[in-house]
């Protein structure tokens, strides 16, 4: 999936996960929102359309400037660089899109439940039931959220088709790029098909408040702050893949230790997937560092300095701001921190790890902006870094609250007061 469910979380571990009906004692890793300690705003590209126009502040063709939605330029990438775009279709074929498996051969989401066709289909369906109940509340919360965000995949299909240069224009495209957005999709949708069935068989979750949610986010869609361009679509996927598979990595963990072997492989089956799509973004983000390091380098520094906008930030259930006076998407994410399946830690981690991966810090011969952007955004991960270590140790004072979610019947979880 494009992505986690949770922002760089502003909550922080409850003390009460250490019984053994609950999770695993949480890695104590939090931090506030980082936004006010962004680094100044390099300069803004112009925007461009696939033609070579710029588009003025009205929308219209002409002169007048870029288009400015939300505080976001509207096509972004110079035509130069679409072009690049364009002569990578070679090495998508060769590189990226053979990441993708079989179907034939992969695994689909009837291969992990209950056989509905088998004489002892409830039977089975009792088994499920019986480890599902040992599952506390808080693991629900955080893999429902999950389920959630896997099934908004609409929404990431199309943030995917609005990136010039490599949009399926027709909705069947023969092109490396349609190719790989249609198939990268339809591996991607069986991660929320499998998770929906195994929660409602569970009978541990009220599936009409997730389909609420569901619907609600779908509707709401998100803005990931790539302006059009793929050059800044592609490094947010590459960040949240990485997300992704650390999130379904840990809920697989942490169902395991709490008995139930099969979510466990599940949900690890889940991050096997999300290893090879970033895999697949990391890849052509090489390509890009290749052919432009410069407007490659000013593009990451761009995305790290506004924040990897996490793609259920709008979900909403109808119910929660009106039960606890909170925003669910914050709530959620607090009980990601406080289970450690997604923390703080975890998305600092993550932006470290790209930039090592991409020699952020010792790649050479740039021009001005783009190294600019290179000690920018250095100096970003240490501030970040310190931001978790400080909310790490000012979490452990916070007040927990207990907070009712719809998602398991009104049940009040943990949540910490922040």
């Known amino acids: 999936m494009l992505g986690r469910s949770t922002v760089l979380p502003c909550s922080s571990p409850s003390t009460s996960f250490a019984a053994p009906s609950t999770l695993r004692q949480p890695r104590r890793a939090a931090a506030k ?5 962004l680094v100044t705003d390099t300069p803004r590209p112009k925007a461009i359309e696939s033609n070579g126009t710029t588009r003025n502040g009205n929308g219209k063709l002409g002169q007048g400037g870029p288009t400015i939605i939300n505080g976001q330029v509207l096509h972004s990438i110079n035509a130069h660089q679409l072009d690049l775009i364009h002569s990578m279709d070679g090495y998508l074929d060769k590189t990226v899109v053979p990441i993708l498996k079989d179907v ?7 291969d992990f439940l209950p056989d509905s066709s088998s004489p002892d289909f409830l039977d089975q369906v009792a088994e499920l039931r019986k480890r599902t109940d040992q599952l506390p509340d808080d693991y629900w919360v955080v893999l429902v959220g999950d389920m959630i965000t896997e ?10 088709n609005t990136l ?10 023969d092109t490396p790029w349609g190719r790989w957005t249609r198939q990268w999709t339809a591996e991607e949708n069986r991660h929320g098909d499998l998770m929906n069935k195994y929660c409602y068989l569970s009978g541990r979750v009220n599936m009409r408040a997730v389909e609420r949610t569901i619907q609600n986010l779908i509707g709401s869609g998100m803005d990931p702050k790539t302006e059009n361009n793929p050059y800044l679509g592609f490094i947010y ?9 650390v999130s379904h990595g840990n809920t697989a963990a942490h169902a395991t230790e709490l008995g139930d072997k099969q979510l466990g492989k599940i949900c690890a089956a889940i991050a096997g997937d999300e290893a090879r799509h970033e895999k697949a973004y990391i890849k ?5 560092f290749e052919l432009d390091p410069s407007g490659t380098m000013i593009a990451f520094g761009d995305m790290m300095r506004k924040q990897i906008v996490m793609p259920a930030h709008l979900m909403n259930d109808n119910e929660h701001m009106q039960n606890n006076s909170r925003n669910l998407f914050k709530d959620f994410s607090s009980v990601a921190q406080a289970t450690g399946t ?13 930039m090592k991966h991409w020699n952020i810090g010792g790649m050479l011969g740039l021009n ?9 955004v250095q100096a970003l991960l240490t501030k970040f870094r310190r931001l978790t270590d400080r909310q790490e140790r000012i979490m452990k004072s916070k007040a927990v609250v207990p907070t009712k979610f719809s998602w398991v019947f009104n049940k009040e979880v943990p949540v910490i007061q922040v």
Do not use: H
């Not at 034939?104 to 009837?110: D, S, V």
């Not at 099934?151 to 995917?160: D, G, I, N, R, V």
């Not at 001005?368 to 920018?376: C, F, G, P, R, V």
């Open 342 to 354: 997604y923390t703080g830690q975890d998305y600092v981690n993550i932006m470290e790890f790209l």
């Open 164 to 173: 010039d240069g490599v949009r399926d224009e027709t909705g069947a495209a």
């Open 33 to 37: 929102s980082i936004s006010a300690a």
């Open 104 to 110: 034939k051969t992969m695994w689909q989401p009837t």
């Open 368 to 376: 001005s902006e783009a190294q600019k952007a290179q000690d920018d």
């Open 284 to 288: 052509i983000v090489d390509r890009l």
């Open 237 to 245: 996927t590459s960040f949240q893949e990485r997300a992704t598979k």
């Open 151 to 160: 099934e908004a995949l609409p929404t990431y299909m199309a943030m995917l």
